[in-house]
């Protein structure tokens, strides 16, 4: 294996100093953060504007009940017809008019209000009219039939079931979520790592395959050696290449703030104000200490061994397999009847990991395919955070690496074999006589 270190550093230095390489490694973070900038200061705009909506309220029951905000003010209208009243709102350039009409019964009324607007009004606007009008309607018929509201509100109970282990440990409901999302970052994390430069390592043996350049290197050089050496160096690119988009990203973002005066929160307004809310109110205040508290519960330190491990036996199983594909095929149109049986198995563990691990992290499902290699690093890293014996971890590793190894073994053979075929589209029958060789 001398060579091997000389590959790695041909194939690191090759992807990097690769223009197309290092346009998208600077490109996609300044095109992320330009979006992410613009959709900053459109929301930064739509938050800044201010809506004036009228209300002719004829029942005399509900023009009270709304109250202006920082970017919607009510302007009640009395002793109007519904006509006059929308030609004020056209002259007045209102966002619309809502309109009241007068009922006996509660449930007439309730039938009968409209919004009038030149435009359709956004969602959200029209769910919180609706909201404050059920509300103060719901609580105008209880009292019509004799209920004290007061003491309906006196007499509401809330439930909320405290959980602990049988160690005493305390837990809590958002604790699955906390530890689900972790768990998909770091599985989602794999995924896109695997598809994103796995496709990269295909490619780059089929472009050395065509050019021909392959004959001389093949010469003093075993297959093995350079397979490995294009899925190491080519890793190495890879995370070179997150690197610099993290720091970079970081930096334009500190930039595009300052100078343009984007505030790049601004469309996160909605949760801070839930959060504001939160200091105010003991109930959602509790959540917030949840929250912290199934954070710490995390078995952060376990979460990264696993998380390096499993990626990298992931990522080195998955490559080696694109790798022999790439040196099955002459081109990438060829590659298409390949792939499918690749990306199935990284699929399937995407999907047990988000509808089975949060329901039972430690069933039968989420179990066995946590031990199947070719699910193994998605389903487990997602199973982590709930709490999975290190026995199993070790385990689920050993069989990643030597299922690694065996395909590394497995691959090299097609490697060796197609690396110098051309002109022939193979099959799978093709394919296993190689195997043979």
Known sequence: MNHLPLIIKREYLTKVKNKSFLVMTILSPVIMIALIAVVAYLSQLNNNSERNISILDESGLL??????????????????SLNDAKEIVKEQQSYGL?????????????NSIKFYSEESPSIGLMSDLESVLERHLT?????????????????????????????????????SIIKLAFGGAA?????????????????SVIEEKTSRIIEVIISSVKPVQLMLGKIIGTSLAGITQFVIWIILGGLLLTVVSAIFGIDLMQSQMP???IMNQAMNNNEVALEMQNVMVAFYNLPITNL???????????????????????????????????????LMPLILAVYIGIFTVIEDPHG??????????????????????????????????????????????????IYRVGILMYGKKPSYKEILKWIKY
């Open 304 to 342: 990264i061994f696993a998380f390096i491990l499993f990626f990298i036996g992931g990522y080195l199983l998955y490559s080696s397999l694109y790798a022999a594909i790439g040196a099955a095929v002459d081109n990438e149109t060829d590659t298409q009847q390949f792939l499918l049986p690749i």
């Open 139 to 175: 609580d105008l018929k209880l009292e019509s039939v004799g209920v004290n509201i007061e003491k309906i509100k006196a007499a509401d109970v809330k439930v909320d079931i405290a959980q602990e282990s049988f160690a005493g440990e305390k837990t809590s409901k958002i604790d």
């Open 271 to 273: 949760q801070e104000e």
């Open 98 to 110: 809502l309109h009241i009409e007068n009922h006996n019964k509660i449930d007439d009324v309730a």
């Open 364 to 413: 039968t499902v989420s179990t066995v395919f946590s031990f199947i290699p070719f699910t193994s690093p998605v389903v487990m890293l997602m199973r982590i955070p709930f709490g999975v014996p290190i026995w199993q971890q070790l385990l689920s590793l050993v069989l990643l690496i030597g299922t690694f190894m065996f395909t590394v073994w497995f691959a090299a053979k």
């Open 187 to 203: 599985g989602y994390l794999l995924f896109m790592f695997i598809i994103i430069y796995g496709n990269m390592i295909m490619r």
């Open 63 to 80: 023009s009270a009940v709304f109250k202006d905000s920082d970017n919607i003010k009510y302007t009640v209208l009395n002793g109007l």
